[in-house]
């Protein structure tokens, strides 16, 4: 037995039980309803996973659901450890983390740029990294970049008046 | 009555590596506010990678970190290996390390050279740059590109090392060994640049455990935490290294330890030489042609130790031709963008240039 399943043990007896599925030794992913995640974050970090890694989304398109991803990992024992829950698609709101981690706030305002999801409590959810962006967002597998190139960056053609100066007719 | 001024650093400027905006609201010379604009670099990377097959996104990774792209394929073959649980025979993992070792002390000879750069020593970047451009020759003659070698795959690596390519590596360790003196004068006993760094960026450990930095920025604090020795990755559980630390948590600390992290780079190289068993150097991940391979349903989180700090990937896979989804956890993404918000005020114009080098700050990563 690792110390990371006696940590899960500790929080699941404060928390009540939720599903746990190792992914390698060192490695764990567990599955946390939307709203315990606050609590059980916070039961985490306190009992050693204090750093966030990442916070990170999954458009399950078929099962009408975002999974939202926090990844924490533990300096002392070198242990990762994957909270996934998951939000319907057609009302994305889930809370924020920043008062655990402050960094949090431009991992969730990455993830709602990119996915859409709400993060309630969050000040600071406006565009992070894509400037004038009117379709939805981009990273939902509903969006087709193949669609969006060609409306918004057509083929063009290029003829020879394009060669005017310099390998023109002059020359 | 003072006023505040809104200066723009960026989007390019000979203090940032690659483009990326810092808007700074300063009174006289004193930055009172500041605050990050990324997004000048960002190329879509993670949803291209959805959209093609697991090898071909080789393609795409190493140019998400511009100065050191190694880490990026290390780190998703890692992934993708964990995903099908395929055993990476031994000699790659050795191989490996050569690869990543020689891109630290690449990407940190870089990252001294920025100090020259920021300080208006420019001798110190030249120096530098002329000594990384030996360990792109060497690249050159492992993998037949200087930057970006898509050479680490999943499975291993593309093919193995060129005959006598270790007594080239181990004259460059020697010739890199034999410059410490003339490094260690111009750059950590430098009247200028201990005067300019001295004291500046400080970070304390409170605020680098809150923020969430790694690497360097972590070390100079005073703890070792180095994900190379807590989750030890390839071989690196099988050579001795140090991990060196600062108590200070200033600039000069940071790029300190940068340096004496190079020395600790060559001592395990030299280890790896001696020690590289012979034998195959890759593995198939599943059956077929590389282009049609299929890596099982699952999700996982793989990090490694890069030169900035934590750099991981995120990968699902839902057991089919292509990626699921990925997601690149860039080792500046705390620092750049809560680290400047937070931490930048209070410093001069002159020397923001040098707090984001110091920083570890590398806006392609952030981007993506």
Not at chain 1, 131 to 157: L, T
Not at chain 2, 134 to 148: P, S
Request: charged fraction near 25%.
């Amino acid at each position: 037995m690792n110390s990371m399943n006696e940590i899960l043990k500790e929080v699941m007896a404060i928390s009540g039980e939720f599903s746990v599925k190792e992914v390698t030794a060192r490695e764990s992913i567990i599955f946390v309803e939307t709203s315990r995640l606050n609590a059980i974050l916070e039961i985490l970090k306190r009992k050693g996973f204090s750093h966030l890694s990442l916070i990170t989304g999954v458009d399950r398109i078929e099962d009408g659901v975002f999974e939202v991803f926090y990844t924490l990992f533990r300096w002392e024992t070198g242990e990762a450890l994957l909270v996934k829950s998951s939000v319907s698609r057609d009302a994305p709101v889930i809370t924020t983390v920043m008062h655990l981690w402050p960094t949090a706030r431009f991992y969730e305002r990455d993830v709602h740029e990119f996915f859409g999801i709400v993060f309630d409590g969050n000040p600071d959810l406006k565009p992070l990294i894509l400037e004038n962006w009117k379709e939805i967002p981009p990273m939902r597998k509903d969006f087709d970049p193949q669609k969006y190139s060609n409306e918004h960056f057509p083929d063009r053609h290029y003829g020879s008046e394009f060669l005017v100066e310099g390998g023109g007719e002059n020359e | 009555m003072s006023k505040e001024v809104k200066l723009f650093l960026g989007p390019n400027h000979p203090g940032m590596h690659g483009n990326s905006s810092v808007h700074l609201y300063v009174e006289g010379d004193t930055v009172v506010r500041a605050r990050l604009v990324p997004g000048f670099l960002h190329r879509g990377f993670e949803k291209l990678m959805e959209r093609r097959g697991w090898m071909q996104n080789l393609a795409l990774i190493p140019r998400i970190c511009v100065p050191e792209p190694d880490i990026n394929e290390a780190v998703y073959a890692m992934a993708v290996e964990a995903l099908s649980g395929t055993e990476v025979p031994e000699r790659a993992q050795w191989i490996r390390m050569i690869i990543l070792e020689l891109a630290r002390i690449a990407s940190h000879l870089m990252a001294l050279g920025g100090v020259g750069g920021s300080t208006g020593l420019y001798t110190i970047s030249h120096w530098t740059l002329a000594d990384r451009d030996r360990i792109l020759d060497i690249f050159e003659k492992i993998t037949g590109a200087r930057i970006y070698h898509m050479y680490i795959v999943p499975g291993g690596v593309r093919k193995d090392l060129p005959e006598g390519i270790e007594s080239e590596i181990v004259e460059f360790l020697d010739y890199i060994e034999s410059r410490s003196d003339e490094f260690e004068n111009l750059l950590l006993k430098n009247r200028i640049i201990r005067t300019r760094t001295e004291g500046l960026a400080l970070l304390t450990r409170e605020e680098a455990l809150e923020i969430g930095v790694t690497g360097v920025g972590l070390r100079a604090t005073g703890l070792p935490y180095d994900i190379r020795k807590i989750d030890p990755y390839a071989k690196y559980d099988s050579v001795v290294f140090d991990v060196p630390t600062a108590t200070e948590g200033d600039a000069f600390a940071r790029f300190t330890l940068k340096y004496y992290e190079m020395k600790q780079s060559i001592r395990i190289l030299r280890q790896v030489i001696e020690k590289m068993p012979e034998g195959p150097v890759n593995a198939k991940i599943s059956s077929g042609s590389a282009l049609r391979w299929r890596v099982p349903e699952g999700t996982v989180y793989t990090h490694i130790e890069s030169s900035r700090g934590e750099y991981g990937y995120f990968v699902v896979s839902d057991g089919g031709e292509k990626p699921y989804r990925i997601n690149v956890r860039g080792a500046s993404f705390p620092q750049g963008l809560y680290g400047v918000e937070r931490l930048l005020a209070g410093t001069r114009i002159e020397d923001v240039a040098l707090w984001l080098t110091t920083m570890d700050f590398c806006p392609p990563e952030i981007d993506r």
